[in-house]
């Protein structure tokens, strides 16, 4: 009977790939005993793969072991002579001079093959980046190797764990975790070049659009509302030099990208900020409405007061520009529910200014 042919690497690894894929998920509804024989069948099979890949090692290892030196023996006229064995008629001297010249070189050659071969030190860091290099491969053949039903199984069970997480988190930890999260984000933009950031830019964009189109008015409303509340705690966190700087910064930003649009992108973005404040405008109540107005008023009085009298006629000229600009971009149907609205808007301001001196008659009376 012929030996059995051991298996290859690549073999044992596509035999191991294979037995994940045939045995990891059942085929069809299962039961108690029926999983119990599938997880059998699996680990039976991949203890038996182990042990081959184990074995290969060995083997492999065994060859690399180097053999003794043998002397070399040859046969003169019916006589074993030992080459290397001292003769009655050679010179002691040169005998002398010879070997100690072949015990250098081979001391030599030995301590070469010793430092070429010894498995070098590594540091903390170079073995915690080497496991975390070992485990993403794993983790992407193992991904790789997973059906459609496995994929969603395993996202939903990552995102119910890692609610689950947040859940637990106190706020100090919380803080903690963003802190950490936003220096990661930091560096990584560092190392990117201005092409791959915009590329990941637009990656976001999209996503963003494509989680949008799948909300609902309600959930789009509630997010809207979310945003808000944070981003009040947010600046009411902030001291005033913080959201001057802040402010300076968006300004800043916002002109670098005004400027390299085109007409047909600045107009378009218009249009999409013209929809975006009218739903925001649409979501809010009357009193969240009477809130938001008056903070603007307080904010863009601070605004003028910190102003020279060359840049507040700067400011103005530019506003008037663009109120010219966005008057002629209107359509009909546009300019009229405008009209329409700001006569609710003076409507509503009589009426605020109405409440307010009733309410001082009836304080001084």
């Not at 080459?83 to 008629?89: A, C, I, T």
């Not at 930003?253 to 007409?263: E, G, I, P, V």
């Not at 975006?276 to 979501?283: G, V, Y």
Request: aromatic letters at 2%; proline letters at 2%; glycine letters at 2%.
């Amino acid at each position: 009977m012929a030996p059995k042919r051991k298996r290859t690497r690549r073999e044992i690894e596509e035999a191991l790939l294979q037995n994940a894929r045939v045995n990891a998920t059942p085929a069809g509804p299962e039961d108690a005993s029926d999983r119990k024989k599938r997880r059998k069948r699996r680990n039976y099979h991949k203890r038996n793969l182990d042990k081959e890949f184990a074995a290969l090692n060995i083997d492999a290892a065994d060859a690399d072991v180097p053999t003794a030196n043998v002397r070399e023996v040859v046969t003169t006229e019916g006589a074993t002579v030992e080459q290397e064995g001292k003769q009655e008629d050679d010179d002691p001297a040169a005998h002398q001079r010879r070997y100690a010249a072949a015990d250098v070189e081979g001391q030599r050659t030995t301590e070469s093959e010793a430092v070429s071969t010894a498995t070098p030190i590594l540091g903390l860091h170079d073995r915690a980046a080497a496991l975390r290099a070992r485990d993403a491969e794993r983790a992407r053949v193992r991904r790789a190797n997973m059906s459609a039903s496995q994929k969603e199984r395993t996202k939903a069970k990552n995102k119910e764990r890692a609610r689950a997480s947040r859940a637990r988190r106190t706020e100090e930890q919380r803080i903690a975790i963003r802190e950490i999260e936003r220096l990661r984000k930091q560096q990584r933009r560092a190392r990117q070049t201005p092409a791959e950031r915009e590329t990941g830019r637009e990656h976001n964009r999209i996503q963003q659009q494509v989680r949008r189109a799948a909300q609902t008015d309600a959930e789009r409303r509630d997010v809207q509302q979310q945003n808000r509340v944070r981003e009040a705690a947010r600046r009411a966190d902030q001291t005033d030099t913080e959201r001057e700087t802040i402010r300076q910064v968006n300004r800043e930003r916002d002109a670098a990208s005004r400027a390299a649009q085109t007409y047909e992108q600045r107009a378009a973005s218009q249009a999409f900020d013209r929809e975006r404040h009218a739903s925001l405008r649409a979501s809010q109540t009357e009193g969240e409405r009477a809130a938001s107005q008056a903070l603007d008023r307080e904010r863009h009085a601070m605004v003028r007061a910190l102003q020279t009298e060359e840049e507040r006629s700067a400011t103005q000229a530019v506003d008037r520009e663009q109120h010219a600009t966005r008057r002629a971009a209107l359509t009909e149907g546009e300019v009229e529910a405008r009209r329409e609205q700001e006569r609710i808007r003076r409507k509503n301001k009589r009426k605020m200014a109405l409440r307010e001196h009733t309410a001082y008659r009836l304080f001084q009376k």
